[in-house]
């Protein structure tokens, strides 16, 4: 497996094992019941956890914020998530991500150069798809323009492809392969394969395929565990957020022991 410049430059190492930290939901959202400076505790306290039990990277999502808005967030919530991220930065320097749901690629990689994180996760970025907030469409022209335009070229933006929880019909004719072509053509840093749901396992065969089509970073980003993620020896990287929570739900309390698990699972796979 050959590792991409730009996946060495934003992980410093030839595979990356990414710790999802679902920050609560933050102000103004429809659940938003703690105040921001228990948020950005428990972040911090999830992402030592991460840290200890071998992970090399860790990402900051706002999924509790649901039902999300479709490719926008207001100010305080790049406001909650630039301070949490910076908080995360400060205690826990591990390669850190961001993804704002939905679809809020700008609002993403503004927080990003922010608080000094090292990739965004996209959504929308080539293509169409229908999701749950509606019509996602196509944003890398935009949004490869606005990183360069405030000084974050620096920042690898990493682009989910076949969406989870979308249809995907409007694009049937074109294969998941032809999806990571095009992404890559488009200048992404690295693409994402996932399975049709959160916690629902990507296709081994379809990550093997993607990263025999592109030669930039292959993420697995949904369903994995210590007893599958041998099965991806064709990835780069590995995005963990369900299996290593309570239960191996996403919305419940990190577990220790799981992630203890999964981050020996990950330095068996090796370099």
């Given at each position: 497996m050959s590792?991409?410049?730009?996946?060495?430059?934003?992980?410093g190492a030839p595979r990356a094992l990414i710790g999802m930290l679902h920050v609560g939901a933050l102000p103004g959202t429809p659940r938003a019941h703690e105040p921001l400076a228990a948020l950005i505790t428990r972040a911090v306290a999830e992402a030592r956890v991460y840290q200890g039990a071998g992970f090399t990277a860790l990402a900051i999502e706002n999924m509790h914020d649901r039902p999300y808005l479709k490719g926008t967030v207001g100010p305080e919530i790049v406001a909650a998530m630039t301070a949490i991220g910076s908080a995360v930065r400060r205690e826990v320097p591990l390669p850190l991500g961001v993804q704002v749901l939905a679809g809020a690629n700008r609002e993403a990689l503004a927080v990003a150069l922010a608080c000094g994180a090292s990739f965004v996760r996209a959504e929308g970025y080539v293509f169409a798809h229908v999701a749950d907030e509606g019509l996602i469409e196509a944003s890398s022209g935009e949004l490869l323009r606005y990183r360069r335009a405030i000084g974050a070229e620096h920042i690898a933006v990493l682009t989910d492809i076949k969406k989870k929880h979308s249809a995907h019909a409007i694009t049937a004719d074109v294969s998941l392969v032809e999806t990571a072509q095009a992404a890559e053509f488009f200048l992404a840093d690295g693409v994402v394969v996932t399975g049709s749901a959160t916690g629902v396992a990507a296709s081994a065969a379809e990550v093997r395929d993607v990263a025999a089509a592109v030669d930039i970073g292959v993420f697995v980003g949904s369903g994995l565990t210590p007893a599958n993620v041998g099965s991806f020896m064709s990835a780069h990287g590995f995005i963990v957020g369900s299996s290593v929570k309570q239960g191996g739900l996403w919305s419940n309390a990190?577990?220790?022991?799981?992630?203890?698990?999964?981050?020996?699972a990950f330095a068996a796979l090796g370099a």
């Amino acid at each position: 497996m050959s590792t991409p410049e730009s996946f060495t430059r934003a992980f410093g190492a030839p595979r990356a094992l990414i710790g999802m930290l679902h920050v609560g939901a933050l102000p103004g959202t429809p659940r938003a019941h703690e105040p921001l400076a228990a948020l950005i505790t428990r972040a911090v306290a999830e992402a030592r956890v991460y840290q200890g039990a071998g992970f090399t990277a860790l990402a900051i999502e706002n999924m509790h914020d649901r039902p999300y808005l479709k490719g926008t967030v207001g100010p305080e919530i790049v406001a909650a998530m630039t301070a949490i991220g910076s908080a995360v930065r400060r205690e826990v320097p591990l390669p850190l991500g961001v993804q704002v749901l939905a679809g809020a690629n700008r609002e993403a990689l503004a927080v990003a150069l922010a608080c000094g994180a090292s990739f965004v996760r996209a959504e929308g970025y080539v293509f169409a798809h229908v999701a749950d907030e509606g019509l996602i469409e196509a944003s890398s022209g935009e949004l490869l323009r606005y990183r360069r335009a405030i000084g974050a070229e620096h920042i690898a933006v990493l682009t989910d492809i076949k969406k989870k929880h979308s249809a995907h019909a409007i694009t049937a004719d074109v294969s998941l392969v032809e999806t990571a072509q095009a992404a890559e053509f488009f200048l992404a840093d690295g693409v994402v394969v996932t399975g049709s749901a959160t916690g629902v396992a990507a296709s081994a065969a379809e990550v093997r395929d993607v990263a025999a089509a592109v030669d930039i970073g292959v993420f697995v980003g949904s369903g994995l565990t210590p007893a599958n993620v041998g099965s991806f020896m064709s990835a780069h990287g590995f995005i963990v957020g369900s299996s290593v929570k309570q239960g191996g739900l996403w919305s419940n309390a990190i577990d220790p022991a799981a992630c203890a698990a999964m981050g020996r699972a990950f330095a068996a796979l090796g370099a």
